[in-house]
């Protein structure tokens, strides 16, 4: 597996050269890693080096240098203490001002501390597999920045979790808490090939996490996060799991730069139990095919399909499964969006137009969505029913599930 490389037109991956990864490493270079210390040294600091990166069982990154667990209190320095930084911020006596003083610069500080750990970049002509079916690395927030043809498959990825969430008084008109970490991060990447991986909040999901001022405490991020120029990513057979912000694809409606990049392709995955962002996409071209969303009980859900500025995104025949008090208006929602180009997309079980449903149910709140996306998907392979491929995706998609 560690020498396999994206098959011809898999996606917007395999466009140009393609993606290899790591498939012309010497010897030296093709390395089995069990513990933090042993990942970084492999990783190289994110070096081009071909290698491949072999994880065998799971790796914390909230280790030390000699495998110790690390705990959040571990990493406060400063005096920081969460207590203090709820009284000192306190809206009704703060008010909305962005939080300054010596429990925000100690949170600064020990935040910084924690990410000197759990921060690991990964560089260009790099694969990392999982070896079996139990590999997992936990804590980490896994960045390909400014880096090109980088493979990583069959590997779980569980609850990149920041101890030290930050108060922005003013983000929605009320507030929320920033958290820091992305589960896998791509920014400025080209040439990406993300296979069988589980990305997934698992041990602290943030639903059980307390309120404090009016807002849930976050402790994550989103799963995987593709902006800042990011272009010719394919995410096939993975499986994203009991989390809020899912996928990011464009980081911001004014980043213009970001035209003609962000081509992504989407095929083979399984959304379970996802709150919103599944994607949620802004000005990339983004072909969504043969998906299994299965959405949330309880009141939490917001929606899948996130259409934002100039985005192209061509859906077809996934499959939704969700429970009675979520309609198929729900589904989709737009942020400045224009186009939605979709088809065969199965509703608990029965075909549905969601951009006719879209445009009839939220024409009093957001833009009618027209149906052409204005290109035409190409790199992929036989797109199947929204039926066959939601049982296949529920066999096949996920860590530890490669044949």
């Keep these: 597996m560690g020498r396999e490389v994206l098959a011809p037109r898999d996606g917007w991956a395999a466009e140009g050269a393609g993606?290899?990864?790591?498939?012309?490493?010497?010897?030296?270079?093709?390395?089995t890693v069990r513990t933090r210390a042993e990942l970084v040294r492999a990783l190289d600091g994110g070096s081009a080096t071909p290698k491949i990166i072999r994880i065998a069982g799971t790796i914390d990154a909230n280790t030390d240098d000699h495998g110790?667990?690390?705990?959040?209190?571990?990493?406060?320095?400063?005096?920081?203490?969460?207590?203090?930084?709820?009284?000192?911020?306190?809206?009704?006596?703060?008010?909305?001002?962005?939080?300054?003083?010596p429990q925000e610069d100690a949170r600064k500080a020990s935040a910084?501390?924690?990410a000197a750990r759990v921060e690991l970049a990964v560089g260009s002509n790099t694969t990392i597999v999982g070896v079996g079916a139990d590999a997992v690395l936990k804590g980490a927030s896994l960045q390909v920045k400014d880096a090109d043809n980088v493979i990583i498959r069959n590997l779980e990825l569980r609850d990149a979790y920041d101890c030290f969430p930050a108060w922005q008084p003013n983000t929605g008109g009320l507030g929320d808490w920033k958290s820091a970490y992305d589960t896998l991060w791509l920014r400025g990447a080209t040439h990406v090939w993300i296979?069988?991986?589980?990305?997934?909040?698992?041990?602290?999901?943030?639903?059980?996490?307390?309120?404090?001022?009016g807002r849930n405490h976050l402790r994550h991020d989103g799963l995987l996060d593709i902006t800042n120029g990011s272009d010719l990513i394919t995410v096939s057979w993975s499986r994203f799991a009991d989390h809020d912000k899912a996928m990011l694809i464009g980081n911001g409606d004014n980043v213009t730069t970001d035209r003609g990049k962000l081509r992504v392709t989407l095929h083979h995955n399984r959304f379970e139990s996802i709150v919103q962002r599944a994607p949620r996409v802004r000005f990339g071209q983004v072909h969504l095919y043969n998906n299994r969303y299965d959405i949330p009980e309880?009141?939490?859900?917001?929606?899948?399909?996130?259409?934002?500025?100039?985005?192209?995104?061509?859906?077809e025949n996934n499959s939704f499964t969700t429970p009675g008090h979520i309609e198929a208006a729900d589904l989709v929602k737009s942020w400045n969006g224009t186009a939605l180009q979709q088809t065969g997309t199965e509703f608990n079980g029965f075909p549905v137009d969601l951009l006719a449903i879209h445009?009839?149910?939220?024409?009093?709140?957001?833009?009618d969505l027209t149906p052409d996306a204005g290109w035409t998907p190409t790199l992929h392979g036989r797109v199947d029913?929204?039926?066959?491929?939601?049982?296949?995706?529920?066999?096949?998609?996920?860590?530890?599930?490669?044949?």
């Excluded at 993606?19 to 390395?31: E, F, L, M, R």
């Excluded at 029913?385 to 044949?403: E, F, I």
């Design 19 to 31: 993606t290899t990864g790591g498939a012309a490493a010497d010897t030296a270079h093709d390395v």
């Design 68 to 101: 110790r667990r690390l705990t959040c209190a571990d990493y406060a320095t400063g005096g920081y203490d969460l207590a203090a930084y709820l009284a000192a911020y306190d809206p009704r006596t703060w008010g909305g001002a962005k939080p300054a003083g």
């Design 112 to 114: 910084a501390r924690q």
């Design 195 to 213: 296979d069988h991986v589980t990305a997934s909040d698992k041990g602290h999901p943030d639903d059980r996490e307390p309120t404090h001022f």
């Design 298 to 315: 309880g009141g939490r859900y917001r929606y899948s399909l996130g259409v934002s500025t100039e985005s192209r995104i061509v859906a």
């Design 359 to 367: 445009n009839a149910y939220n024409s009093g709140s957001e833009r």
């Design 385 to 403: 029913t929204a039926r066959q491929a939601a049982q296949d995706v529920a066999r096949g998609a996920g860590a530890g599930r490669l044949p």
